[in-house]
């Protein structure tokens, strides 16, 4: 018996890039800084301005990264949540419901960090047992929702 597996690769909003990819500008025009504090204070001031602009070139870096690797495997036994080099796997027995939200969500969002969203709006929301809440934004949130109503009972 083979086992069913259905795979959404979302695309990123343009929004979402805009607004990491400021992150990206902000670090570039602190690097001339940098180069002009050089002559006129300490070591520690060039130091800090290259270290702040390097974290932002990383974190932009990383995040983008994220964003455009994320893919969502749904099978029998849960969802398998890949961004990047990470990923997370829950068991469909950790949640008790579901629902779509086409409302800007970004804002409900209380466990940052937890699975990327690369949509503003239009998500759907998996609610555990513990009380967490995982949003998802999938290219066609009502097939992927037909999907995860199969599994989650």
Same mark, same amino acid.
């Given at each position: 018996?083979?086992? #069913? @597996?259905?795979?959404? *690769?979302?695309?990123?909003?343009?929004?979402?890039?805009?607004?990491? &990819? /400021?992150?990206?500008?902000?670090?570039?025009?602190?690097?001339?800084?940098? $180069?002009?504090?050089? +002559? *006129?204070?300490?070591?520690?001031?060039?130091? !800090?301005? !290259?270290?702040?602009?390097?974290?932002?070139?990383?974190?932009?870096?990383? @995040?983008? $990264?994220?964003? %455009?690797? @994320? *893919?969502?495997?749904?099978?029998? @036994?849960?969802?398998?949540?890949? !961004?990047?080099?990470?990923?997370? !796997?829950?068991?469909?027995?950790?949640?008790? +419901?579901? #629902?779509?939200?086409?409302?800007? $969500?970004? $804002?409900?969002? &209380? /466990?940052? %960090? /937890?699975?990327?969203?690369?949509?503003?709006?239009?998500?759907?929301?998996?609610?555990? *047992?513990?009380?967490?809440?995982?949003?998802?934004?999938?290219?066609?949130?009502?097939?992927?929702? #037909?999907?995860?109503? %199969?599994?989650?009972?």
């Amino acid at each position: 018996m083979t086992k #069913e @597996t259905y795979l959404d *690769k979302p695309v990123p909003s343009i929004l979402l890039i805009v607004i990491v &990819s /400021s992150n990206l500008i902000l670090g570039l025009l602190a690097l001339p800084l940098g $180069f002009f504090l050089i +002559g *006129k204070i300490p070591l520690i001031g060039p130091i !800090f301005i !290259f270290s702040c602009a390097f974290l932002a070139l990383l974190y932009t870096g990383l @995040t983008l $990264f994220a964003l %455009g690797t @994320t *893919k969502y495997y749904l099978d029998t @036994t849960g969802i398998d949540i890949r !961004f990047g080099i990470w990923h997370r !796997f829950f068991a469909w027995s950790e949640f008790n +419901g579901f #629902e779509r939200q086409k409302k800007v $969500f970004v $804002f409900n969002i &209380s /466990s940052l %960090g /937890s699975t990327p969203c690369v949509r503003l709006k239009d998500a759907l929301v998996l609610r555990q *047992k513990n009380g967490k809440l995982i949003y998802l934004t999938p290219n066609d949130s009502y097939q992927m929702l #037909e999907k995860i109503a %199969g599994f989650i009972r």
